[in-house]
């Protein structure tokens, strides 16, 4: 088939389920047809559609991020992932729904409205890169890219049934991408199989000499070790992960998938990471800082939105802010904030901070002992839309096994691993060391 067909077959598609599903922001139909006619088919992404989170910027597009702050702003550049892309043959489809600024679990915080889980639509497709998973899932998109502060990339994966793939810190460049909390935040594949998420890493990783954080480390083939057997490969399964509060059948699909890692002749061993249980506290008072810091930019000055009818810059800051944040965008700036000001910088910041090298820590003992960790992704299924929007706890915990990844720096996926009786997608999360990719995805092929 020619690329035409296939950016006209998912527009067939997107038109018929997306009305449901609100995966997608916008559309550039036209766009996307006019590349896929001049598409070579001899680059890596040749003609290839791919769903863009809307908190990437993509030169002479909108870049919402979800929120109306954002209303009217046209990006000025191609962050580099975009340049990279398209170098490599790919077509740019659309732009997906998230949670606001990517502060979220379920794709519910967005200004534009919720997205569906496209395999029962009364329930979230996880966050905050919600759409992309949802539009791979529901076959809207052949991939996604997503973006992974706590999570964000892996558990929607889980809930909707996709590969997800969340990088080493600093394997990706952020440069272009809206920033979050920018000590954590990645950018990274959603897609349909292993050896997709793999190729399209590739595509998009290396050194950036814009952005600093992003590591000089030499990207290898990520496609190289897939298919490579695992036997006598140690996979380390962490204790404090398998206690109260998870789902009987989501650990049942954990164990049965490390029973057939242990089938095609891996050695499970048990390991502990005993500060697992503060890195959600560590997790909201770092993000939550930095996106209060970050944040700070959109002053109806320089970006999108500004309030009207102001008598001086302070009510102008004050009103664009008001009226263009939304609630869970508000209270992590004000919990950011709070962490940062003098007299508590000590008591939560620096002690969140000094808590996060131990999560580090842990993980960097663990791996003496096993190649990579084995954990459920999520809890529990994609939950109901609206069961947790009223209690932002419950909503934090989505991401209690996604989070420790993010605040140590290293690269995880998440893949399914089966469903629960009423047909809800399960996902199975496999962590690595930083610049193993190479071995959690030779680990996810292995199970595929
Ligand atoms: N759900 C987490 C949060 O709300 C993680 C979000 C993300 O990874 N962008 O912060």
């Known amino acids: 088939v020619h690329p035409t067909e296939v950016v006209e077959s998912l527009l067939d598609r997107i038109s018929s389920v997306d009305p449901k599903l609100k995966a997608y922001n916008y559309l550039h139909p036209e766009r996307a047809l006019e590349s896929a006619k001049k598409a ?11 769903a863009i989170k809307d908190v990437i910027n993509v030169r002479g597009e909108p870049c919402t991020c979800s929120s109306r702050i954002l209303e009217g702003y046209i990006a000025p550049y191609d962050a580099t992932v975009i340049e990279r892309l398209r170098a490599a043959g790919a077509i740019l489809l659309g732009r997906t729904n998230m949670d606001e600024f990517a502060m979220g679990s379920s794709t519910e915080n967005s200004a534009w409205g919720v997205t569906r889980n496209p395999w029962d639509l009364s329930r979230v497709p996880g966050g905050s890169s919600g759409g992309s998973a949802a539009a791979v899932a529901a076959h809207e998109a052949i991939a996604a890219l997503g973006t ?41 594949p959603l897609t349909k199989s292993i050896a997709d998420a793999a190729l399209l890493l590739e595509m998009i990783a290396g050194q950036d000499p814009r952005d600093n954080t992003c590591a000089p480390e030499h990207a290898p083939s990520f496609s190289k070790k897939l ?25 049942a699909a954990t164990r049965k998938a490390i029973s057939h890692f242990e089938e095609l002749g891996a050695i499970i061993r048990e390991i502990s990471l005993p500060h697992t249980s503060y890195s959600i506290a560590s997790y909201y008072l770092v993000a939550t800082a930095e996106a209060s810091a970050n944040l700070a930019r959109f002053d109806g000055m320089r970006y999108g939105r500004r309030a009207s009818g102001c008598d001086d810059l302070l009510e102008t800051y004050g009103r664009t802010r008001d009226e263009g944040f939304g609630r869970e965008v508000k209270r992590r700036i004000l919990l950011g904030t709070y962490a940062l000001s003098s007299g508590y910088y000590d008591a939560y910041y620096l002690r969140a901070q000094k808590v996060r090298v131990r999560i580090r820590e842990d993980f960097l003992a663990a791996f003496r002992d096993c190649q990579a960790i084995v954990t459920p992704t999520s809890p529990t299924p994609a939950f109901c839309l609206g069961e947790r929007t009223e209690d932002p706890l419950q909503m934090y915990l989505a991401d209690i096994f996604t989070i420790a990844v993010n605040l140590a720096g290293l690269c995880a996926l998440s893949l399914p691993c089966g469903f629960t009786r009423s047909g809800l997608p399960i996902g199975l999360q496999i962590i690595g060391p930083m610049w193993k990719e190479e071995t959690i995805l030779q680990v996810g092929y292995a199970y595929e």
Do not use: H, N
């Open 40 to 50: 070579d088919l001899s680059l890596p992404l040749g003609g290839v559609p791919i």
């Open 148 to 188: 992974d502060t706590g999570g964000s990339i892996r558990q929607p994966a889980a809930f909707c049934g996709c590969v997800g793939l969340k990088p080493t810190y600093g394997r990706v460049s952020r440069y272009g991408l809206t920033a979050f909390a920018s000590s954590l935040d990645q950018i990274g």
């Open 227 to 251: 298919g490579e057997e695992i036997r006598g490969m140690t996979l380390g399964v962490p204790k404090e992960y398998f206690v109260s509060g998870i789902d009987p059948e989501v650990e």
